[in-house]
C-alpha cells in the first residue's frame, strides 16, 4: 500500500501561484501513472493532470497552459505547478496513484492523499 501526502495548499489572489507536493511512501510511484483531482464544494471530483509511466502528461481543458504537473523520482515526490490561478480553481487538491482511463475519461486509482485545499480569491 502507497501513501501519499499533499502540501502546498493555501489561499491566494486571483493571478497566483502555488505548487502542489505529493510525496510518497516509497519509490514504486514511478511504475504508476500518477495523477492531481480536485473538489469543489458542491460538485463532483473532478480529474485535473496525470503523469504516466513514460512521463507523457495530460490536462484537463480548463487548466491547459497554467498548470505543471511533474516527477521528481529521487524524491519520490509529484508535483503540481499552479499558475495564473482563477477563483474557479478553488478545491480540495488530491493525489492519487494508479490512474487509468475508462470509457475515454481518466478514473482515478486505489491511492489517495488526505487532500490539501486550495483557495482562489477574486
Known amino acids: 500500500q502507497v501513501h501519499l501526502q499533499e502540501s502546498g495548499g493555501g489561499w491566494v489572489q486571483t493571478g497566483g501561484s502555488l505548487r502542489l507536493s505529493c510525496a510518497a511512501s516509497?519509490?514504486?510511484?514511478?511504475?504508476?501513472?500518477m495523477g492531481w483531482f480536485r473538489q469543489a464544494p458542491g460538485k463532483e471530483r473532478e480529474f485535473v493532470a496525470t503523469?504516466?509511466?513514460?512521463?507523457?502528461?495530460d490536462y484537463v481543458e480548463s487548466v491547459k497552459g497554467r498548470f505543471t504537473i511533474s516527477m521528481d523520482n529521487a524524491e519520490n515526490t509529484l508535483y503540481l505547478q499552479m499558475n495564473n490561478l482563477k477563483p474557479e480553481d478553488t478545491a480540495v487538491y488530491y493525489c492519487?496513484?494508479?490512474?487509468?482511463?475508462?470509457?475515454?475519461?481518466?478514473?482515478?486509482?486505489?491511492?489517495w492523499g488526505q487532500g490539501t485545499q486550495v483557495t482562489v480569491s477574486s
Open positions: 503523469r504516466s509511466r513514460s512521463g507523457r502528461t
Open positions: 492519487n496513484g494508479a490512474v487509468r482511463i475508462i470509457d475515454g475519461e481518466y478514473s482515478p486509482g486505489d491511492f
Open positions: 516509497e519509490p514504486t510511484i514511478r511504475n504508476y501513472a
